[in-house]
């Protein structure tokens, strides 16, 4: 057994020491465990969560910080058959829905679908109203807000690792 001299004139043994490490590594080992288990089913009730608020926030009149831009969007992709308060609600009930599939964990798949569709109108401003969005001082606040949805967009994708994993079909 191999022994080194530390400070002070103390003595620690090879052993010793692995045996700190072996306790650190079974420590690490149930935490790591507990997250694996824990951590894909936290995100989507979380994100589910994020979508319920923000979407119910579209039924209230002046709730959403982004009512107008809501509006224009959906005319910009609708070619203008959409917009106003249609397209407040068309969204509110796209995100609540989409927010309820997530919480609840029944029809995850199909809350991916519409999840997938929200993404392209959570996106499209960054492309019709880029002028608006970004000024010679940087991104305006709008723009941030929209941008920030890119960690929305990676946890999803967890999200849709786990619930694709089991093969379409009859139980």
């Known amino acids: 057994m191999s022994t080194t001299t530390m400070g002070g004139g103390r003595v620690s043994t090879a052993a010793g020491l692995d045996a700190?490490?072996?306790?650190?590594?079974?420590?690490?080992?149930?935490?790591?465990?507990f997250l694996?288990?824990?951590?894909?089913?936290?995100?989507?009730?979380?994100?589910?969560?994020?979508?319920?608020?923000?979407?119910?926030?579209?039924?209230?009149?002046?709730?959403?910080?982004?009512?107008?831009l809501v509006g224009r969007t959906w005319s910009a992709l609708s070619f203008g058959m959409?917009?106003?308060?249609?397209?407040?609600?068309?969204?509110?009930?796209?995100?609540?829905?989409v927010g309820l599939t997530f919480v609840t964990g029944v029809?995850?798949?199909?809350?991916?679908?519409?999840?997938?569709?929200t993404?392209?109108?959570i996106f499209s401003p960054l492309v019709f109203f880029t002028g608006d969005l970004f000024t010679s001082a940087g991104p305006t606040l709008?723009?941030?807000?929209?941008?920030?949805?890119?960690?929305?967009?990676?946890a999803a994708m967890v999200v849709g690792a786990v619930a694709l994993k089991r093969p379409i079909g009859r139980r």
């Open 20 to 33: 700190v490490l072996d306790q650190a590594n079974a420590a690490q080992a149930v935490v790591q465990r």
């Open 36 to 68: 694996a288990r824990t951590g894909q089913p936290a995100l989507r009730i979380a994100l589910g969560l994020v979508f319920v608020v923000f979407g119910a926030l579209k039924f209230l009149p002046g709730a959403s910080p982004v009512e107008g």
């Open 82 to 97: 959409i917009d106003g308060s249609a397209a407040l609600i068309i969204t509110a009930c796209l995100e609540v829905f």
């Open 107 to 117: 029809f995850v798949r199909i809350g991916l679908l519409a999840l997938a569709a």
């Open 119 to 121: 993404f392209v109108g």
């Open 142 to 154: 709008t723009a941030q807000y929209i941008l920030k949805d890119v960690v929305l967009v990676a």
